[in-house]
C-alpha cells in the first residue's frame, strides 16, 4: 500500500495520500450530494461545449458523476496538487483529463480565461487562513469571461458532537479537541463566512452563498464515519509532519478513533455540521 504524506508548505494537505483517505473521500462525496441534490448550480445555464474545471479534485468524484450528464462534448479538466488519489481509469474518456496544479500558484497560460465552470470542494484543511484570497484570485483567473465559481467547504470547527440528555460523550469530544487545537496551530482556521467576501473583492458578479446542514437521518453512520475518519487521518499526516503536544504516537490517534467509534455506537451521540456552497459569475 502506498502512502503518501503531504507537502510541508504552502497549500498543505492536512491528511494522508493512501488508499483509506480514496475510500473516506469517496463517502464524504456520496454524502454532501445527498444533501445538495446538484452538480452543477441551478442557475449556471448549460450549452454543449462547455469547459469545466475541478480544483482539488481528488479523486475525481465529482468529475465521474458530471462526465455521465453532460454531453461528451464539453471538457472536463481535474487539478489538484498531488495525483496520489486521481482514479486514473477516468482518463480513458476522450474529454476528461487530469492536471498537477497548487490552487496557491497561478495556472499555465494555456488555461487561463478558458473555462466556463470551476468547480472547487474542500479545501479547508488544505489552505492556511491567509492563503484564501490568493486561491480565490488564481481560479476566478480561469474562468472566461459569464463564467461560474462555485466552491463547497465547510469550517472544520463547526462540527459538533450530539448525544442524549444526560449523556457525555467523552472520548468524541477529547478527539475533537485535539484535531481543533492541532488545525489552529498549523492555522487552519478558515472563516469560511468570509469567503463570500473574497468572491466579491475578486471582482465576481451576482455571488451569493447558501448553507447546507447535514441532516438526514439515514446517513448518520457515515457522517459519523468520515467525521471519525477525517480526524484520525488529519491527526496522522500532522503527526509526521509536526511535533504535536498532545500526540505522541500513531497508536495514540488509533486508540482515539476506537474510543469514538465506541460512543457513536454504545451512547447515541452522533457528529453534525454545515457546508457552504458559495457561487459567483465572471463579469462578461
Known amino acids: 500500500m502506498t502512502v503518501t504524506v503531504p507537502n510541508n508548505g504552502p497549500g498543505e494537505y492536512l491528511l494522508v495520500r493512501d488508499a483509506a483517505e480514496k475510500e473516506r473521500l469517496e463517502m464524504q462525496f456520496r454524502l454532501w450530494q445527498s444533501h445538495l441534490g446538484y452538480l452543477l448550480h441551478p442557475t449556471i445555464e448549460q450549452h454543449e461545449h462547455m469547459r469545466i474545471a475541478d480544483v482539488g479534485t481528488g479523486t475525481g468524484a465529482w468529475l465521474r458523476e458530471l462526465a455521465a450528464v453532460v454531453p ?47 468547480n472547487v470542494r474542500l479545501l479547508a484543511v488544505a489552505l492556511s487562513s491567509n492563503e484564501w484570497p490568493t ?49 489552529d496551530s498549523l492555522g487552519k482556521t478558515p472563516e469560511i463566512h468570509n469567503l463570500l467576501g473574497i468572491f466579491q473583492k475578486s471582482e465576481l458578479v451576482s455571488c451569493k452563498m447558501e448553507t447546507i446542514e447535514l441532516d438526514k437521518p439515514e446517513m448518520r453512520d457515515e457522517l459519523n464515519l468520515t467525521i471519525t475518519n477525517v480526524m484520525a487521518h488529519g491527526l496522522t499526516a500532522s503527526f509526521r509532519l509536526h511535533k504535536l503536544e498532545d500526540i505522541q504516537s500513531e497508536q495514540q490517534i488509533a486508540d482515539l478513533r476506537d474510543g469514538v467509534l465506541e460512543d457513536l455506537r454504545t451512547i447515541g451521540c452522533y457528529f453534525s455540521y ?3 456552497l458559495v457561487i459567483g459569475q465572471k463579469p462578461l
Open 72 to 118: 461528451e462534448t464539453c471538457q472536463l479538466d481535474g487539478f489538484d496538487i498531488s495525483d496520489d488519489l486521481f482514479d486514473k481509469s477516468l482518463t480513458q474518456r476522450t474529454n476528461l483529463s487530469f492536471h498537477l496544479q497548487n490552487v496557491l500558484q497561478p495556472f499555465p497560460e494555456e488555461f487561463v480565461g478558458k473555462y466556463d465552470v470551476v
Open 135 to 183: 486561491a480565490v484570485r488564481n481560479v476566478v483567473a480561469l474562468l472566461r469571461p459569464g463564467g461560474h465559481l462555485q466552491w463547497s467547504d465547510c469550517a472544520p470547527q463547526g462540527c459538533v458532537v450530539k448525544a442524549p440528555p444526560g449523556v457525555t460523550p467523552t472520548r468524541a469530544i477529547r478527539m475533537m479537541e485535539v484535531f481543533y487545537k492541532t488545525l
Open 274 to 276: 454545515s457546508f457552504y
